[in-house]
């Protein structure tokens, strides 16, 4: 056992795979200390996922009071859960930390302020272990047991980000195989205790030690004032001294108790010289039990009262945590401390004025917030119980700003409400709707897009290190290839259902689809596969996000692909002008790129289309995975592999063997052998390769001969992307299956409600769904399905409402004369004007509107004005033939045509 004065922080060390988890119980916090220096210590130990427990009550006290400058910025990229403790306080501190193979964990006195990391003076005990050392484990698993009954207090997201820690820690998962509740490092045993719901500190540790110990030595800051738990102590143990040492300065005393075994000394005269100027305020929590053969020494949390050991009789208690060491000898571990407590002391308590109480009972009357989610740009309230009325939500910045005033009627115990101000929300609480006077806590807010980016897992980790790389370099893109490939980012394993119901009412104008099916919704993957999974597809969405709009138009490039591209989390500087210079590779290396990129736009175009196959609905995962696709079409739309080529003539005797000779050097054979004679064929050989070939030719005992001599290198510059021409519906074309099977479906959920988007995620499908699509190059014969995906796209994703005639968007980024036509044919409909036609023959080819089916194009007229139909956003479970026909339509006996 090493004794030595330390900051804790410093024994959390250095290093990005060092531990990727942590748990922090603490009476009080300061978000603003935390933030500025205990935040990057977490950090540079590599540790992602962070979970802070407080006490709701001085949660609510720091949110209520803190200073709008104190917190500059909110981080909403770890977790805090308030915990309530009926009639007591939540009072440990305890700081866990958890690697892939290896815990630290500190249990001590010290609050997560700058008053308990730097300037009190406090007492901790840490503990390490890893595959090396594996002695604390019992201790590690107490630690754990606790952190577990801490998770009843959490919800939503913080449940979650509490099991990532074991899920990426197999030792954690492995302490429940320890038998044992203790553990002896050298001659001293060590276990730790907390407060249980059915057992108090005292019953757990001092109803267990024996009576008549020769000394009981008391360090801490709080008593009762009567000294109740001084009396406890003598009752039961019935010691032949006690020796109290008390904060005079700052601490509550018990001047109303007498006890002749009972004396006391001030803080400031037990400490050693060379410590007592730095020393601001005792804060540290020991008590030490002394007996002729044995010695127990009690450090954490608890002061010496009554509410922090729960008396068994007693209504009121407070969450703590303690470590205990025992060592069969007398021991003065205080006096390896540096603190001399002197045999006899001096000091008269009963005059001494009382400092205020620690504990801070919560507003009376208020109700508590117990958590509160920000998802999508919707809040969810959890409340400690149920309330029915009419209130104001009001949601604040970290400078206290006001942003939403939101009109709520609560009924239950929940809230559910959308926001129209999220980016920089930092807490919300509940207002009387006629005084205006606040009726509620504050709940901070729990940001679930960001603490999803919080999990350990390692593939997360891989992909954030993506985020330097140059994302115009095109092998530096194949990284991120790789990564979708290897991660199988795009593998869905959604196979549960929940059923839709989808309404059979016939509605005249508004369209009704004959024969129509019901389709599952809802697909219910564990959610701790889905955080990571969604997450996973989200951050690569985010990463390769080269289209966010900015706001200046002048910023954007010529290049449509390189728009507005954002260089981090914060932007990239204005003052700089993002250029494209366009670079070759090789042919091998191009070519390896666009095999990946088939495969990854396949991988996409797969993952929605399943879901649609075994009737699951679509999701933000869907979302984003069609983004990533688009993304990576745009990029490398118009980059090249460049190929040079030898143009040589060989002379066969063998037909065998010749195909032998082009498979070696991926020989390509010219369209034209007009020149080549009998037992001749012009081939195009790799120019890299062509010493190699002709060594080959010479050496291959007259089997072949060259004819002629090859040519100089010919330059071909060939297309990253291929098959960039849609000749039809039925093409096996995988790019046309992208927006077939992809965007269109992505379309039909949204229009079925299956998931919502925002006005963002609206307006980037429309201009990167127009710019993929009027970049493929379309058979005039078919042209008409680009018309109707446009169509479907500008009216699914609601374009007019998103007023883009006043964004000043680059004309690259939209086909405006198309887009022109749209809206004034919506304005038409709003307004009335147009006006519907008889369904008859001559209107065959027509493309026509429904409000229920969007816009298709009518290929045959049937009986009582049922049509076939072509629409890339009908539900696919209908009749179709194979060329995407829809039969037995109606949408009623006169229709609109655009």
Known sequence: MNIERSNILELIGTGKNKYHSCVITSYSIDLAFFEQLILPRLRGAGITNINLFVDASMLEKYLASHLGDSLKKFNANYSITPVSISGGAFHPKMLFL?????????????????????????????FFTSKERLDAQPIFKSAWQYIQSLSSHSLGINVTKINWIAQHSQWISDLKNHQDSSTFIKDVEYSMFYTQSSKSLYSEVISTLSRKPKSIKIIAPYYNRSGAFLQKLIDDLAPEEIHCVVDTSNGILPVDFTSSICQFSDWKDVINNENSKSIQRLHAKIIQIEYNEETVFILGSANATLEAYGISNRAFKNDEAVVILSIKKPKDFIKELGIQIPKNGSLDIKNIINAESENQEITEGLLKIKHVELSDGVVQVSLDKEFNSKCVLKTFDSNNGLLENIDVTVNSKTIQTPLKV????????????????????????????????????????????????????????????????????????????????????????????????????????????????????????????????????????????????????????????????????????????????????????????????????????????????????????????????????????????????????????????????????????????????????????????????????????????????????????????????????????????????????????????????????????????????????????????????????????????????????????????????????????????????????????????????????????????????????????KVKIF
């Open 98 to 126: 958890a690697g892939k193979d290896k815990g630290y964990l500190s249990i001590g006195s010290g609050n997560i302020t700058s008053s308990g990391l730097l300037y009190n003076d406090e007492i901790w005990s840490s």
């Open 422 to 893: 999220t980016e920089s929300i930092f807490k919300i609480a509940l207002y009387d709707a006629s005084s205006q006077e606040r009726i509620s806590t504050f709940g901070l807010v729990q940001n679930v897009n960001a603490l999803k980016k919080s999990n350990p897992d390692e593939r997360l980790a891989r992909l954030q290190s993506f985020e330097h790389l140059d994302i115009f370099s095109s092998l530096n893109y194949e990284l991120v290839l790789d990564f979708l490939d290897q991660e199988q980012v795009f593998k869905d394993s959604s196979t549960s259902q929940a059923p839709l119901l989808v309404s059979n009412e016939n509605v005249e104008d508004e369209g009704e689809v004959i024969s129509e099916n019901e389709y599952n919704k809802n697909a219910s993957l564990s959610l701790d596969e889905r955080v990571t999974s969604d997450n996973i597809t989200s951050m690569v969405e985010e990463f390769l996000d080269v289209l966010k709009i900015r706001e200046n138009p002048e910023e954007l490039s010529d290049n449509a692909e390189e728009l507005a591209t954002e260089a981090g989390d914060d932007g990239m500087d204005e003052e700089i002008s993002l250029k494209h210079t366009q670079s070759f590779i090789n042919a091998s290396e191009g070519q390896r790129i666009a095999r990946k990129i088939e495969k990854t736009i396949k991988a996409v175009t797969t993952l929605i289309d399943s879901r649609r196959i075994n009737k699951v609905s679509q999701d933000t995962k869907s979302l984003n995975a069609l983004f990533v696709g688009f993304h990576i079409l745009l990029h490398f739309w118009d980059e090249v592999y460049v190929e040079e080529l030898s143009q040589v003539k060989v002379h066969y005797k063998q037909l065998d063997e010749l195909h032998k000779l082009e498979r070696k050097f991926g020989l390509k054979r010219l369209e034209s052998q007009i020149n080549s004679s009998n037992y001749e064929v012009s081939y195009y050989v790799d120019y890299a390769l062509l010493n190699t070939f002709i060594l080959f030719v010479e050496n291959s005992n007259k089997a072949f001969k060259l004819v002629d001599t090859p040519s100089e290198p010919i330059t071909f510059r060939h297309s990253i992307i291929s098959n960039k021409y849609i000749q039809d519906y039925t093409s096996k074309n995988w790019l046309l299956d992208f927006i077939d099977l992809g965007l269109s479906q992505i379309m039909i959920s949204l229009k079925s409600s299956e998931f919502t988007v925002d006005e963002a995620q609206k307006l980037k499908l429309i201009i990167l769904s127009n710019q993929l699509i009027n970049k493929l190059v379309w058979n005039n014969k078919f042209s008409y399905w680009k018309e109707l995906v446009l169509l479907n796209v500008y009216n699914t994703f609601n374009l007019s409402s998103l007023h883009i005639e006043h964004k000043d968007l680059p004309d690259k980024l939209l086909d405006w004369s198309f887009c022109n036509d749209y809206l004034k044919f919506e304005k038409g409909l709003i307004e009335a004007s147009i006006k519907g036609t008889e369904v008859n023959a001559q209107l065959v080819n027509s493309i026509v509107y429904s409000k229920v089916m969007g816009f298709g194009m009518i290929r045959k007229v049937l009986k009582d004005a049922k049509l076939e139909f072509y629409s890339p956003i009908l539900n696919r479970d209908l009749k179709e033939d194979d060329g995407g026909v829809y039969k037995e339509v109606y949408i009623s006996k």
